[in-house]
């Protein structure tokens, strides 16, 4: 088992950035992959990002110019760099954690992410 809590959301103006982390209870030297998702109100949790153990990252195409994923194995912490934000990007993000691709295997609770125009 492993506790996933997120941390670094907030309320943004349109064009600017937050940086999300996301810390295991436990090391994560051992999990393959560790990923962002988010779900805006109404809608489904999409997959945003994962990074592998060895650091290869995976971006769905709309945000792979806006967002950075990446890890620290040894501080145990998953980051999303997210710049040029805007309203769209207003959503409830979700760090997760597994061993296969896409990572389902673990949930943080969730970081609320709000972009005004």
């Known amino acids: 088992q492993v506790q996933l809590v997120e941390s670094g959301g907030g309320l943004v103006q349109a064009g600017g950035s937050l940086r999300l982390s996301c810390t295991a209870s436990?090391?994560?030297?051992?999990?393959?992959?560790l990923g962002w998702y988010r779900q805006a109100p109404g809608k489904q949790r999409d997959l945003v990002a994962t990074?592998?153990?060895?650091?290869?990252?995976h971006y769905v195409a709309s945000m792979k110019d806006r967002f950075t994923i990446s890890r620290d194995n040894a501080k145990g912490t998953v980051y999303l760099q997210m710049n040029s934000l805007k309203p769209e990007d207003t959503a409830v993000y979700y760090c997760?954690?597994?061993?296969?691709?896409?990572?389902?295997?673990?949930w943080g609770q969730g970081t609320q992410v709000t972009v005004s125009a």
């Open positions: 997760a954690a597994g061993n296969s691709f896409p990572p389902r295997a673990y």
């Open positions: 436990r090391s994560i030297f051992s999990i393959e992959y």
């Open positions: 990074v592998r153990d060895g650091g290869s990252t």
